[in-house]
């Protein structure tokens, strides 16, 4: 069964970068077959769908976060991270990491995912 586990600091200021990881265990990132996606709940909000890195390292990104996300993959830490430069405090979310078993653009039912991360708060605020 495959776990992952966000981590990453809960506190960002305004303009600087938010930087997450997803520690995946269960599964190897790059030849378990999986696409591994990072999505996020504003308070008061619904899912939000960021973006996803596949097991060969294709990316794909939510078009309204596109030039400002980053996924990348560390294959020696079987880890998955993201980056959102020049944050503003619209970007205070539960940040989610989940895995599936195909490749899901914008989806944000969870039962379409094998599985998630439990979330990590992330508040952006000088």
């Known amino acids: 069964q495959v776990q992952l586990q966000e981590s990453g600091p809960g506190l960002v200021k305004p303009s600087q970068t938010l930087s997450l990881t997803c520690t995946v265990s269960g599964a190897s990132i790059p030849t378990g077959y999986y696409y591994w996606s990072w999505i996020r709940q504003p308070p008061g909000k619904g899912l939000e769908w960021m973006g996803v890195?596949?097991?060969?390292?294709?990316?794909y990104y939510s078009p309204s976060l596109k030039s400002r996300t980053s996924i990348a993959r560390d294959t020696s830490k079987n880890q998955f991270t993201l980056q959102l430069v020049s944050v503003t405090p619209e970007a205070t979310a539960v940040y989610y990491c989940a895995a599936s078993q195909r490749l899901l653009l914008g989806a944000t039912t969870t039962t379409l995912y094998a599985s998630w991360g439990q979330g990590t708060q992330v508040t952006v605020s000088s």
């Open positions: 890195i596949s097991y060969s390292g294709s990316t």
